[in-house]
């Protein structure tokens, strides 16, 4: 069943990181996942905005794009967009409404079993998880940075 979504990636003192849209939200956090997406090792928490139809979840993401010029989004943005403009767009577009926010420390991605990742994905990931930690005791202590550059740009990982 497709579900018209906004969600908002905020950051530090809620800065916001990226603003998408998704008809599968599990699906599509799992595609910037994949993607190695950097927002997605630093943000804090995230908020989904349901919409009934979209059409209006379409315009109102270009809308917040546009107005609040996430740090991350580099489609959707109109260089000539003025403040008049984007208030009478505030006025009659309709709002979402949020139904949920999901705080970093609920949604370890990679390792929630049957919610985001398939069982044989979970194990694999789990295994290497535990590797990492037999050969490299200080590891608990890495941050997500040091552990995104382990796995992605050393030769054991």
């Avoid at 003192?13 to 927002?39: A, C, M, P, V, W």
């Amino acid at each position: 069943m497709d579900e018209y979504i906004i969600y908002i990636y905020y950051g530090d003192n809620d800065e916001k990181l990226y603003i998408g849209k998704s008809n599968n939200f599990l699906q599509r956090q799992k595609e910037h996942l994949t993607r190695g997406e950097e927002y997605m090792f630093y943000f804090n928490y995230i908020e989904k905005y349901k919409f009934n139809s979209e059409l209006y979840r379409d315009i109102y993401e270009l809308y917040l794009i546009n107005k609040d010029k996430p740090l991350y989004n580099t489609q959707g943005l109109v260089k000539e967009v003025t403040e008049e403009e984007l208030e009478k767009l505030n006025q009659i577009l309709e709002k979402g409404q949020l139904i949920e926010r999901i705080y970093r420390y609920d949604c370890d991605f990679l390792m929630k079993k049957n919610v985001f990742l398939p069982d044989l994905e979970f194990l694999i990931m789990k295994d290497f998880a535990e590797e990492i930690l037999i050969n490299f005791p200080d590891s608990h202590n890495w941050t997500q940075e040091e552990l995104y550059k382990f796995l992605f740009n050393t030769e054991e990982g």
